[in-house]
């Protein structure tokens, strides 16, 4: 499967949001590789995850992988020991271009180094940037 199918999956609502983000992302990082990863849209920079969205119960939600880093106040915070934000979108027109346009910027500059993670006895003992 492949993203366009993943949006296609969607409801009519949930697939306009998911269609808008495709769209910028692929916009504002050509250069990136996309793929399904865990079962959610995701695209990449040098192999590390960068940005991706995944259907939640009640919205769509848009993670960067080093979204804490870029201190954007729309962006909250992950629970998980990474550096991950996201947004959460319940409808097509809470999309600002402006602001996912900047969020993409950053990403391509402030990027933590994933796929490098040092693992130790099955846990993720620490980051390398």
Known sequence: MDIAEYNK???EHDRQICDRLMS???KHLPATESKIWHGHPVWFLDENPTVGYSKLKDCVRLMFWS???FEEPDLKP???KFKDASIRFTSVDQIR???LKRWLEKSRVIQWDYKN???KKGRLD???F
């Open 9 to 11: 999956t969607q409801s």
């Open 24 to 26: 910028l992302i692929n």
């Open 67 to 69: 979204g804490v880093s």
């Open 78 to 80: 992950g629970t998980g």
């Open 97 to 99: 271009d402006a602001d």
């Open 117 to 119: 993670i040092v693992k």
């Open 126 to 128: 620490r980051l390398k």
